[in-house]
């Protein structure tokens, strides 16, 4: 008996409900955010201002839709870098009753041709630091950087077609209810010199940053010295509802610390651990982010606030 044969198509405006039925059929232990609804992943997805239909690649079998593959172009992604060739895909699902093989082999090969007829050199798998350009509060929860070890089959598949590692990551997650930041000399010192003040309107972002956090609620807590307003220090945390709703506490990610002071690892510990008694306070309950395996500082700061390593993230590119 012969194989079915699976077509490829772009995305259709009839596709959204046989999508999203397919998102809610995977593994709740996958870090998707679920149930999805097709009102979220037009507001999320489809809405984004670089969204385009010709790079979202649909899997039929036999009428039905099996599967997805969404590739992003550099160009389409900002302004400034228009002539850029860059492509990543930012998202592969297969419908759970289906040949899983078979169709992410026809999703991927559709995919790496697009990216290699738009000029790509390579196909980077979900985006680049910190932050990939769609999904970011739908699915890798804090960051949506890289394959979560949870998409283990997936990550099989990638290697087996020649992705190579480039980027590892911990997704780390902690209880904050309650919180109280440790205390010592050192950071007592700091509190005498330096105050944190939180933003809930912040300022706005550079364009990309802007569309993809477009519909979450943000903010800022910026470490200022008492003696004179130059921030010394911010941390950006976004509102996660999606999250919210899948895990039953108000849940918020921390998506970047920028500091003023290079190498100050302390005034960065003390911000975070300000802001996490403050985010407490206003009845947040999990905060979620994700650090790269390299950076020892930044993960050594984290787990001194109470977070615990949650997954595995790895960032795959294949040239093309």
Known sequence: MSRPLIEVRRFLNSDPPKLVEIWNSQPLGAHLAQPMTVGSMETYVFAKPYFRPETYLVAVEEGTIVGMAHVALSRDLCPQRAGEPGAYLTMVMVAGHSDYALVSTALLDAAEALAKESGAKQLIVSGDPPLGPFYFGLAGGSHNLGVPSTFEILRS??????????????????????????????LMQIRRAYSVEANFSPPPLPW???????????????????L??????????????HYTQLWGVHAAALVGVESAEDGDAAKSGYLLGEALRQ??????????????????????????????????????????
């Open 208 to 226: 990309l940053q802007s569309c993809i956090f477009m519909h979450f609620e943000r903010s800022q807590f910026d470490l200022i010295p008492k």
């Open 157 to 186: 598949r990638l290697e087996e077609r020649s992705y190579q590692t480039i980027g590892e990551y911990w997704a780390m997650r902690a209880n904050i209810h309650g919180f109280r930041p440790s205390v010592s000399r050192e």
């Open 228 to 241: 004179n307003s130059a921030g010394a220090a911010s941390a950006t945390f976004i509102d996660l509802p």
């Open 279 to 320: 985010l407490a306070e206003t009845g947040v309950g999990r905060i979620e982010t994700q650090v790269d395996k390299n950076d020892l500082g930044g993960y050594s700061m984290l787990r001194t606030l109470g977070f615990d390593e949650v997954y595995q993230a790895i960032r795959l590119a294949k040239a093309l």
